[in-house]
């Protein structure tokens, strides 16, 4: 294990002495990269040493230079804390007079931490302060000689919880402050730095960057997908955002093309990212629309498919082209895509397949019988007026998933009399969103928690009933989780006009790639490993077809993921490092990024939530449900966010590689 | 007007439930409520900087106000911001520990840090809330001021009106909210981070090609000179001086009720003697009145609105707030053939005194020179509207001073108001004024005075009650419904102050919802008694607003004509030199017209890339 010199993490000192108390166990801590040791760390909270010969100087001239850059500048004692302190360290490294001695740096220091207005300034003097209180001797003598510092190798990062938690990691707290400065199109431009499709990432993201806001302790966490969905619905009409070619820093030459197979989230935002890359792409979807689930599986009263098409239309605005009604098998293969000069292949083809309950009568019901995905597909035909859908009688839905809401919530908005959801374990258990249950709650759906089908009733393929059991919770196992079991004997039957099984999806036509070099899991997904690559060279794959059905955000995520692995491939054949993963890993494995206790309290400030239509209204209608806030409701929102920064960075024994851009 | 001017008033002291010493005094504090305003309705003092409690703006951003707490139940003290730091129960507040002062004071050090500090040429100097400051905290050294970097700072001299100076800028974010949330004009983005972080027009713009409309609400609201109107007092000495000119001074109806606070009077004095006295002391060769020219707008605007309503087309919009002519051509373009033709009082009387005035006087017009006093700074901008010239080089309007200006040109010549004999006007031609062309000053009194004249001319007869007590409150917006008589029968009314009920009741007009014949606009809350261009309050928002007010009626009730029509040396102008109103030669000298300036506010997201790369990395 990695051996602490010294440091101070916490407020509790680690000087090498006998008896001094210890430091928690640090992991993953070795080296940076290969071969490159890691000499010290300074965080939010102290610092470790492993190096004895480490410049502490240097250390904190790097590590307040970071937070001189990413100061926001609102506050008086980070603003100027931040600079005053930075170009004293630069001038005492350089072997120069600086303008501040150490107490004053000190002074300077204990002003920002405890006066700062965000996380950023309170945190950033932390090791500093840290060094002059517990080893100011060490810091004192790498100045005495005014002889000029070996400049030292590493890297600085700046960070947040709801950073870490987004799977494409946004700079959440940057765009809620370009809100707050009055610029929501730069905010914008935030979010298109990750993936093009702010405005239905805006209504359907299932935001782990919310579970893990910090505001949350003080009252609620603050409203981020409300705010995005403002910022990306203010581009509307003559002011609104022009994507241009200019985007395109370095454009390649007509031969470097790239074919992504699948528009939905994840192959549009893999085409997006290789597009501004410079390559060449080609979008072939079987559809002959762009969206994939975002399109068919996602209902209009959530996501109106005109928002949605002005997402994807960016592809097109950038140079991309779509093939549509192009099947993977049927009208290609892979080895086509190689042979017309595709350099490299992605592969988002998603889970469109429904999987059966696997109950009796199941096999045989014919008219009556949808799986959601199928449902919702004649849902969206219905919507786009391809083929109408009326629905009468009893409607029945198995699954507690979101699959399984926008099912009950497009069935009551068909005609349908009564909708039912069945679902094995109880509401709390239920995976879908809270906000989806209490909507379709407020619709009118009746819910069957602990409740399961065991058997379909069907006259002449035509479904006309289910018989259900009733369930109960086990005691808790060890890991304090309730199973449940069926009790026997509680058998009923429930009649049923149309019968929906929502409990899961999976990759349609998974053998045809298996017939085309791509091997699958035992899931039956796309195998992929790390930077997305399949088991064919050139190939690579991400979203719902590697992963199982997932989110939005996770699908454009792997596409932004395997857009930099395919770049690297292309140009080096190999994947780079990427410093700033290697910094999560290390901040994660840690858990560096813990919530500061001793926070000062806060006055309650609860969020705004979108205006909706009022349930009985529109339940009758695909209309959106829910609406864009107004500027004065972004404004107060956007003061919410408390601006949970802070800055980690590491001293490495030699220069780490520059990773993708 | 948004703006509520008690937010604190009668709150049920039984509410203040949350238990605290502050200083070891025993306090009772709101659930929620800020120690900062605990301490206050305490009376303990606490120094304070961008905090404006008048427009509820509590930024948290300049940390001088920062308190040691202890928590019930911890051990730790904290230091935090009593401006927005709840009271909890059993918190112990200490707002003068010698750490906590010490560090007051660093805060205010570090302010100044890149805070220019040529306070002797300041147009705060001695009015300045950062000096106050200073002192509060008891500054005594400045060790880590840049001048290089302070001076490198934008100074936006584009505009004839406002001028905006960064190196003086403290960051308080006053002016950016009295803007967004007040006025609701949001002109103001903050730009840059850190240590280049600083206020700048929305859209990347300077301030003339921007979309402020000069209304200067966020000048009174600014607590350093980082925000004021141009300096045009040197222009205006000059022509006093230029014995070769006939200078012609004209003050706005506010003016005389909201200037004696600067020599230490009563707030809402009526010094209109005393400035007059001041006028001819400092060398001005006639003094005038725009309240005269009121009662000419009344005139025509009464004459064009009947007219107008006679064709059935409405609503017709008052014209006399430039700040309100700006935001109609940059913000509602669309609305601009609703807006009366009629100049402002401000460029009535100029071009009256450039015509009328030295024909009675047998001058020679070319050598007039008007120099108008208004509690205003669109009027800076307004006289150079190119509309408004009578020839090339040749203003209407030759020099506006603020009243602030005007303060300092009354400093520079030695003159402390009050000593002063108050004198009257004496001018034969241009300087009597009705009771209504006084009451323009406020909200609800160009509406009033129209009403008063309108009246008449339908009815032939005066109204029986001319203090028209259904236009006089305060709300930001009032309607009513006025029975004219004869033809033309009930109008409907609506009078509008601020620029942030203006938007919403102008937007209501667009969408059909709103039915009005005839709206009264004041950009500024409350109307020109608290224009842009009046006198600054430290710490304050409007504090002087219903003051002022009182004494603007009073000079009404006060005056022997109360209507416009009756003003006789208005009909004289009429009898000898403009003929009727809105007619031929009335129309071509009062009238003018408006242009579309909507300002493109298109991006491409390459822009914005360009623009984020200097403050944000690329994940």
Same mark, same amino acid.
């Given at each position: 294990m990695t051996q602490v010199v010294y440091g101070v993490w916490d407020g509790v000192v680690q000087d090498?002495?006998?008896?001094?108390a210890p430091l928690p166990e640090l992991k993953?801590?070795?080296?940076?990269?290969? &071969?490159?040791?890691?000499r010290a760390f300074f965080g939010d909270r102290g610092f470790f040493v492993?190096?004895?010969?480490?410049s502490l100087v240097d250390a904190l001239f790097h590590y307040m230079n970071k937070a001189a850059e990413q100061?926001?500048?609102?506050?008086?004692p980070c603003r100027m804390g931040t600079v005053l302190v930075r170009d004293a360290l630069d001038k005492m490294r350089r072997g120069l007079d600086a303008d501040l001695d150490f107490d004053e740096i000190e002074m300077l220091g204990e002003q920002m931490r405890e006066t700062s207005l965000c996380g950023l300034g309170r945190t950033c003097a932390v090791s500093l302060l840290d060094v002059l209180h517990n080893f100011r001797e060490k810091i004192e003598a790498e100045v005495a000689d005014h002889r000029p510092i070996r400049a030292q190798h590493g890297m600085a990062y700046m960070t947040a919880p709801c950073i870490e938690a987004c799977p494409s990691k946004v700079n959440v707290p940057r765009y809620i402050d370009y809100i707050r400065d009055g610029k929501p199109e730069s905010s914008l431009g935030v979010l298109l730095q990750k993936y093009p499709m702010a405005a239905t990432c805006g209504r359907v993201c299932v935001r782990y960057c919310e579970m893990a806001c910090q505001r949350k302790f003080v009252d609620e966490a603050v409203g981020i997908k409300t705010l995005k969905r403002f910022v990306a619905d203010?581009?509307? &009409?003559?002011n609104a955002l022009k994507f241009t070619?200019?985007?395109?820093?370095r454009p390649l030459d007509d031969s470097m093309k790239v074919a992504v197979i699948g528009a939905g989230p994840a192959g549009i935002s893999c085409a997006y990212h290789l597009l501004l890359h410079g390559y060449k792409v080609d979008v072939f979807e079987k559809?002959?629309?762009?969206?994939?689930m975002a399109q068919i599986g996602i209902p209009s009263y959530r996501l109106p498919k005109d928002t949605l098409a002005m997402e994807t239309d960016i592809i097109v605005d950038l140079g991309g082209r779509f093939l549509f009604g192009q099947t993977l098998g049927?009208?290609?293969?892979i080895d086509d895509l190689f042979r017309q000069g595709y350099k490299a292949v992605f592969l988002?083809?998603?889970?469109q397949q429904g999987t059966p309950?696997?109950?009796?009568g199941e096999e045989i019901a014919r008219d009556g019988y949808h799986s959601g995905i199928d449902f919702l597909l004649k849902v969206h035909d219905h919507v786009d007026e391809i083929a109408p859908l009326n629905l009468k009688g009893e409607v029945v839905v198995v699954g507690g998933g979101n699959v399984a809401m926008d099912c009950v919530r497009s069935a009551i908005r068909l005609g349908a009399d009564n909708v039912h959801v069945i679902y094995r374990r109880t509401r709390e258990d239920m995976p879908a969103d809270h906000e989806e249950i209490v909507a379709a709650d407020d619709e009118d759906i009746f819910f069957h928690t602990l409740c399961n089908p065991t058997r379909l009733i069907t006259e002449n393929g035509k479904v006309t009933g289910v018989e259900l059991v009733r369930m109960e919770q086990t005691e808790p196992d060890e890991s304090g989780r309730r199973n449940v079991r069926a009790i026997p004997g509680s058998e009923f039957t429930m009649p049923c006009d149309h019968f929906i099984a929502a409990i899961g999806q999976k990759v349609e036509d998974g053998h045809v790639m298996e017939g085309d070099g791509i091997a699958l899991d035992k899931w039956q997904c796309v195998k992929a490993g790390d930077g997305l690559?399949?088991?064919?060279?050139g190939v690579f794959a991400g979203g719902d077809c590697v992963t199982g059905p997932s989110t939005l955000i996770y699908a454009m995520a792997a596409g932004l993921k395997a857009a930099r692995s395919i770049d690297d491939w292309i140009q080096l054949g190999t994947p780079r490092f990427f410093k700033r993963s290697r910094m999560r890993d290390l901040i994660n494995d840690n858990k560096f990024?813990?919530?500061?206790?001793?926070?000062p309290p806060v006055r309650n400030a609860y969020r705004v939530h979108n205006p909706e239509l009022d349930p009985d209204l529109r339940?009758?209608?695909? &209309?959106?449900?829910e609406q864009t806030i107004s500027e004065a409701a972004a404004y107060k929102e956007s003061q919410?966010?408390?601006?949970?920064y802070r800055i980690y960075s590491v001293v490495t024994r030699q220069s780490i590689p520059e990773g993708a851009a | 007007m948004c703006t509520d001017l008690d937010i604190h008033a009668d709150r049920d002291l039984t509410e203040a439930t949350i238990a605290l010493t502050i200083n070891g005094q025993p306090c009772k504090g709101f659930p929620n409520e800020p120690i900062l305003q605990c301490a206050r309705r305490h009376e303990i003092y606490i120094p304070t900087l961008c905090e404006m409690d008048d427009i509820d703006h509590?930024?948290?951003?300049?940390?001088?106000?920062v308190v040691d707490i202890l928590q019930e139940g911890r051990k730790k003290h904290q230091t935090v911001t009593s401006c927005n730091t709840p009271v909890r129960d059993g918190m112990v507040v200490d707002t003068k520990s010698r750490k906590v002062r010490d560090m007051q004071r660093l805060q205010v050090e570090l302010l100044m840090a $890149?805070?220019?500090?040529?306070c002797a040429t300041?147009?705060?100097?001695?009015?300045?809330e950062l000096q106050d400051l200073a002192q509060f905290v008891g500054l005594?050294?400045?060790?880590?001021?840049?001048r290089e970097r302070t001076l490198a700072r934008e100074v936006d001299c584009s505009s004839p009106a406002l001028i905006r100076d960064m190196q003086r800028?403290?960051?308080?974010?006053r002016c950016v909210a009295v803007c967004r949330y007040?006025?609701?004009?949001?002109?103001l983005v903050m730009e840059g981070?850190?240590?280049?972080r600083f206020v700048a027009l929305r859209n990347g713009s300077d301030q003339l090609n921007s979309?402020?409309?000069?209304?200067g609400q966020c000048v009174l609201v600014c607590?350093?000179?980082a925000l004021g109107e141009r300096d045009e007092v040197e222009r205006a000495l000059d022509y006093i001086c230029d014995p070769e000119t006939v200078t012609v001074m004209q003050f706005a109806p506010a003016v005389r009720v909201a200037f004696g606070e600067e020599f230490g009077?009563?707030?809402?004095?009526?010094v209109e003697g005393h400035i007059i006295s001041a006028a001819r002391k400092i060398g001005v060769d006639v003094v005038l009145d725009t309240n005269f020219a009121a009662d000419v707008v009344i005139m025509e605007e009464g004459t064009e609105l009947l007219g107008r309503l006679k064709e059935g087309r409405r609503p017709t919009f008052t014209s006399c707030c430039p700040a309100w002519i700006n935001y109609a051509e940059i913000h509602?373009? $669309?609305?601009?053939?609703?807006?009366?033709?009629t100049k402002s009082p401000q460029q009535v009387l100029s071009r009256i005194a450039k015509t009328y005035l030295p024909e009675k006087m047998g001058?020679?017009?070319?050598?007039m020179r008007v120099i108008s006093i208004m509690p205003c700074i669109a009027k800076k901008d307004e006289a150079t509207r190119?509309?408004?010239?009578?020839e090339d080089g040749v203003p209407e309007t030759d020099v506006v001073l603020t009243t602030r200006e005007f303060a300092r040109m009354l400093r520079r010549e030695g003159i402390?108001?009050?000593d002063l004999e108050p004198s009257s006007f004496d001018?034969?031609?241009?300087s009597e004024y009705s009771g209504a062309g006084a009451i323009?000053?406020?909200?609800?009194g160009v509406m009033e005075a129209a009403v008063r004249t309108i009246y008449a001319v339908v009815n032939g007869k005066e109204l029986e009650?001319?203090?028209l007590e259904q236009l006089?409150?305060?709300?930001?917006v009032r309607s009513a419904t006025v $029975?004219?008589?004869?033809?033309?029968g009930e109008v409907k009314v609506a009078m509008v102050h601020g620029l942030g009920d203006t938007r919403a009741l102008v937007e209501a007009v667009r969408s059909g919802e709103a039915d009005f014949d005839f709206i009264e606009v004041m950009a500024c809350p409350g109307g020109c008694? $608290?224009?842009?261009?009046s006198l600054r309050s430290k710490k304050a928002y409007l504090p002087l607003a219903l003051a002022r007010r009182e004494t603007i009626y009073n000079v009404d009730r006060k005056s022997?004509?109360?209507q416009s029509h009756k003003n006789e040396q208005v009909q004289a102008l009429y009898r000898d030199?403009?003929?009727?109103?809105?007619?031929g030669k009335a129309h071509e000298l009062l009238h003018t017209s408006y242009t579309d300036r909507r300002r493109e506010m298109e991006h491409t997201v390459k822009e914005i890339w360009d623009d984020l790369k200097m403050s944000t990395i690329v994940y």
């Open positions: 090498g002495q006998e008896g001094s993953n801590f070795e080296q940076f990269d290969d &071969g490159n040791d890691i492993f190096d004895e010969k480490v100061s926001c500048g609102a506050c008086t203010q581009q509307k &009409g003559p070619r200019d985007m395109i820093q559809a002959d629309q762009a969206g994939g049927q009208d290609f293969s988002g083809l998603g889970c309950l696997g109950i009796e690559s399949t088991s064919r060279p990024l813990g919530r500061d206790v001793n926070e339940k009758k209608m695909f &209309g959106e449900v919410r966010c408390m601006r949970c | 509590t930024p948290g951003t300049c940390r001088v106000c $890149d805070h220019l500090q040529d300041c147009v705060r100097h001695g009015d300045c005594t050294e400045n060790r880590f001021f840049d800028c403290v960051r308080c974010q007040h006025q609701k004009v949001d002109a981070t850190g240590i280049d979309i402020c409309v000069n209304c607590p350093t000179g009077m009563k707030a809402g004095s009526n509602f373009p $669309d609305i601009l053939p609703l807006l009366s033709s001058v020679d017009p070319s050598k190119p509309q408004l010239q009578i402390n108001l009050p001018d034969p031609y241009m323009f000053g406020t909200t609800g009650n001319v203090e006089r409150g305060f709300e930001g $029975d004219l008589g004869g033809p033309v008694v $608290d224009g842009g261009g022997n004509v109360r030199f403009l003929g009727e109103p809105n007619g």
